[in-house]
């Protein structure tokens, strides 16, 4: 492999990186919306059914793909777990509006 190899591939890499960061901030305004649509209706934060079915969709498409489905589903947990804090906090955001409207 030349340097000039080496020099495209990276440049491949930081590609797909962000790429990465671009579909990542895209699921988290979704999952955002989702929060906010939990709070309004006093769901819980979590949905442990939905979380695992995901998983297991992403472990076979892992797997279909040539990648590690451990390391996809600790990728995807890691994920999972940053919604539920950012869901958690909506819940918590709407409740506190709620009482202070309560209370005007």
Do not use: W
């Amino acid at each position: 492999m030349s340097d000039e190899e080496l020099a495209a591939l990276r440049r491949s890499i930081d590609k797909v990186d962000a790429e990465l960061v671009r579909l990542l901030a895209e699921r988290f305004r979704i999952t955002h919306d989702i929060g906010i649509y939990k709070a309004a209706n006093y769901m819980p934060p979590v949905d442990l059914v939905r979380q695992q079915q995901q998983v297991d969709g992403l472990r076979r498409l892992a797997s279909a793909e040539g990648l590690d489905p451990d390391f996809c589903e600790r990728f995807v947990h890691f994920v999972m777990d940053e919604v539920v804090r950012n869901h958690r906090h909506i819940a918590e955001s709407a409740s506190e509006f709620t009482v202070e409207h309560e209370t005007l």
